[in-house]
């Protein structure tokens, strides 16, 4: 089985910087895109980022503060978070594609940790 583990949430005030880390574990024959996506209390699961074969992807919201980045040889994806705000404050979701034979790619999610952006 695959396990994707998320670190790295917490309290900060706006204007500060927190960085997320997601590690990938368990039967993984190749990773294709890894990413992050957030979910603020009483709304739906927004995409943040993503990264794949050295393209990465921002939602509008989030260019210019947000970097995401990866180590392969550690399959893990971090997410660098810098100028945070208020409306930041949400669980963070690590998402990736990972293939656990050499057939087929299925989609995985880690159980979330909570940013929480005080003004």
């Known amino acids: 089985q695959v396990q994707l583990l998320e670190s790295g949430g917490g309290l900060v005030q706006a204007g500060g910087s927190l960085i997320l880390s997601c590690a990938a574990s368990?039967?993984?024959?190749?990773?294709?895109?890894m990413g992050w996506y957030r979910q603020a209390p009483g709304k739906q699961r927004d995409f943040v980022a993503d990264?794949?074969?050295?393209?990465?992807n921002y939602a509008d919201s989030v260019k210019g503060r947000f970097t995401i980045s990866r180590d392969n040889a550690l399959n893990t994806v971090y997410l660098q978070m810098n100028d945070l705000k208020p409306e930041d404050t949400a669980v963070y979701y690590c998402?990736?594609?990972?293939?656990?034979?050499?057939?087929?790619?299925?989609?995985?999610w880690g159980q979330g940790t909570q940013v929480t952006v005080s003004s």
């Open positions: 990264s794949n074969g050295g393209t990465t």
């Open positions: 998402n990736a594609n990972i293939a656990t034979s050499g057939v087929s790619y299925y989609q995985f």
């Open positions: 368990g039967r993984i024959f190749s990773i294709g895109v």
